[in-house]
């Protein structure tokens, strides 16, 4: 079945550097969404890509989806402590989505 | 802003039992999720329910799992018979879906279910 790799796993980094998290797809995915879960928390909504080659910017977040549509990366300028927690992606082909593991980040003030 | 609902938010069964999640949907959401993570793992895909039945359910999902929706406002996620690796987080999430491109999913704060 379809499966959604994510690395790292872990990341630490000292706050004010960057952070990157890359996802990818057995399979060629309709569109990728990543999510945010905080420690305790739930999973929060981030964006969804739906184009091949796609970049899209929230503040000091940038997200791509691959030309092939089977990979994206989520890029973090410049960490602060708040962005602290569980980066997720999920991918979907049908509708519904596979998330990947997640890259758990750590920011060291 | 409006938010899915969880209740409870804490649950502990003894194992064979049977227990019930509820989950309120957003009001004008048409596409219903339950999910499970176990501590400290990923978000795993348990299944879908659209136009009061599943759409797609996955491996996990098996015969002691079923969902229903009683009425306009709840969901809810039966576990027939409980077993100990069914301890996890369970979340509700809900969605608007126009054609084929699914909108983002909105999650409920989860119920964490203790089977002893």
């Known amino acids: 079945g379809q499966q959604v790799m994510q690395i790292p796993q872990y990341q630490h980094v000292q706050e004010g550097e960057d952070f990157t998290t890359y996802c990818n797809s057995s399979?060629?995915?309709?569109?990728i969404q990543w999510y945010k879960q905080r420690p305790g928390g739930h999973p929060v909504f981030l964006i969804q890509?739906?184009?091949?080659?796609e970049v899209k910017k929230q503040k000091r977040l940038t997200f791509q989806f691959g030309e092939a549509k089977k990979n994206s990366s989520l890029h973090i300028t410049a960490t602060q402590t708040t962005d602290v927690g569980t980066y997720f992606c999920?991918?979907?082909?049908?509708?519904?989505?596979?998330f990947g593991k997640g890259t758990k980040l750590s920011v060291k003030p | 802003e409006p938010e899915v609902t969880q209740t409870p938010s804490h649950q502990v069964t003894q194992m064979g039992q049977e227990v019930i999640l509820r989950c309120v949907p957003i009001?004008?959401?048409?596409?219903f999720y339950w999910y499970r993570q176990i501590l400290g793992q990923k978000v795993e895909f348990l299944v879908s329910f659209y136009n009061n039945e599943i759409s797609e359910k996955s491996e996990i999902f098996d015969d002691q799992f079923s969902v229903e929706r009683p009425d306009g406002s709840n969901f809810t996620l039966k576990i027939r018979s409980t077993k100990l690796e069914d301890s996890a987080m369970y979340f509700c999430?809900?969605?608007?879906?126009?054609?084929?491109?699914?909108?983002?999913?909105?999650f409920g704060p989860g119920t964490r279910l203790t089977v002893t």
């Open positions: 999920a991918g979907g082909s049908q509708g519904n989505l596979i």
């Open positions: 399979t060629t995915l309709s569109n």
């Open positions: 890509l739906v184009k091949s080659g």
């Open positions: 999430a809900s969605s608007r879906r126009i054609a084929d491109v699914p909108y983002e999913q909105y």
């Open positions: 009001s004008n959401h048409l596409y």
